[in-house]
């Protein structure tokens, strides 16, 4: 049997994975040492292989077939467009994409205004104002702290991930539009959905019927 390949999201996403597969029974019991540096861990029983990726980075290894399965954000996948399978929801990670800025910048949603969007997510930026709005917008891609950008001046609005909110309202900002919702996906390598069918319908069986 050759190893199954998980590519798995760093951080919260990635503890939250482990615990869903665990609830299966095909955890890794070498991931949870939170003093290693290791980015690859091995069940040598279930012949699995997990390994940590930066979120933007999973969707990669997943399309190359560098991992068979992949779980990171519906916001990463969408950004990064990669000829792969979305094959579940997984229910964790929820949050929104929205358009933020001052409550003044709600007016310039509305009139097919020429505005600036700054966000980490240029491509969802464009599809949600090109084609979904039919509003002419100039984007600029930023890499973080994307609240930052109508507070300088830099840009009129934002869109950026909202979990609690609690950025937003810290800088003086409101929710303006909501773009869509977004939790952690599991993502496939196409060739990997046919070869390896059977393991991976397995596992995507299981982890649905642990979903609350
Ligand atoms: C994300 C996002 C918002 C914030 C939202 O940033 O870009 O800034 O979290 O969370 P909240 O609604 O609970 O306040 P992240 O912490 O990932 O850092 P970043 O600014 O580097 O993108």
């Known amino acids: 049997m050759r190893y199954l390949t998980f590519a798995l999201t760093k951080g919260r996403l990635a503890d939250k ?8 029974g095909i955890g890794c019991e070498e991931m949870h040492d939170k003093t290693s540096r290791k ?18 980075d999973v969707p990669t290894y997943v399309e190359h077939g560098a ?42 949603l509305k009139h097919q205004e020429m505005i600036k969007v700054a966000s ?17 917008v100039d984007i600029i891609k930023l ?9 300088v001046g830099l840009t009129d609005v934002i869109v950026d991930i909202v979990e609690t909110g ?18 952690a996906r599991m ?8 070869m390896e069918a059977e393991r991976i319908r397995w596992i995507i069986n299981e982890l649905k019927k642990n979903l609350n």
């Open 67 to 108: 991992a068979d399965i992949g779980v990171t954000g519906k916001d990463i996948i969408m950004e990064e467009n990669r000829q792969i399978y979305e094959v579940l929801d997984l229910g964790f990670g929820k949050c929104r994409m929205c358009v933020c800025g001052p409550a003044e910048a709600g007016s310039l």
């Open 17 to 24: 994975t482990l615990e869903a597969l665990e609830k299966i």
């Open 187 to 194: 993502v496939v390598n196409q060739v990997s959905m046919r």
């Open 143 to 151: 890499n973080g702290s994307i609240e930052l950008a109508p507070i």
């Open 39 to 56: 980015l690859i861990f091995v069940n040598e029983e279930k012949k699995l292989k997990f390994f940590l990726a930066k979120g933007p």
């Open 120 to 136: 980490k997510y240029p491509r969802i930026a464009r599809d949600y104002f090109h084609n979904k709005k039919h509003q002419t």
């Open 166 to 183: 609690t950025t937003l309202k810290e800088n003086g900002l409101q929710v303006l539009e909501e773009v869509c919702p977004l939790s």
